[in-house]
């Protein structure tokens, strides 16, 4: 396996970015289209020059572009950072899927003769059930 540092410190970024909810807050509202500061800005009870911070650790990050409309300079998402960051959790959550399968799989095949004993032996402690004459 080869290794992109580039790659890696976007990865960085991008979860340290993601890290704060305020941050994760403006995502959430770009999903559904691009915005203005002042649109971020009110939910939040911070200031317009604390958002504007946030949307510029976006920016480094690379989830955001800001684009110039006249006097906007509206916020739209970055897709791209976002599918590779979609795409690097994926990869982890297939390989443990996969593993639960076969997990599920190998425990099928044993059809329960490890199923726990029941009756009155059921609450013994498999120690002390030794000890019984």
């Known amino acids: 396996m080869i290794l992109d540092p580039s790659a890696d410190d976007r990865l960085d ?9 305020v941050r994760r807050g403006i995502i959430a509202r770009l999903s559904r289209g691009p915005a203005t500061v002042n649109e971020l800005a009110e939910p939040f009870e911070i200031t317009k020059q604390a958002v504007s911070k946030h949307i510029q650790v ?12 006249a006097q906007r300079r509206p916020v739209h ?8 960051l979609t795409a690097w ?12 399968r076969s997990l599920d799989a ?8 490890d199923a726990a004993p029941s009756g009155a032996d059921a609450t013994v402690d498999p120690a002390r059930k030794a000890e019984r004459p």
């Not at 976006?58 to 409309?69: F, I, M, N, Q």
């Not at 959790?89 to 443990?96: F, N, P, S």
Request: hydrophobic share 45%; glycine share 6%.
């Open 13 to 21: 970024r991008a979860f340290m970015a993601l890290a704060d909810p």
């Open 58 to 69: 976006l920016e480094h990050a690379g989830l955001v572009t800001r684009t110039r409309d």
């Open 77 to 84: 998402l970055a897709p791209a950072q976002l599918e590779a």
């Open 89 to 100: 959790i994926d990869r982890y959550r297939l390989i443990h899927e996969q593993r639960f």
């Open 106 to 113: 190998l425990l099928a095949t044993t059809g329960g003769t």
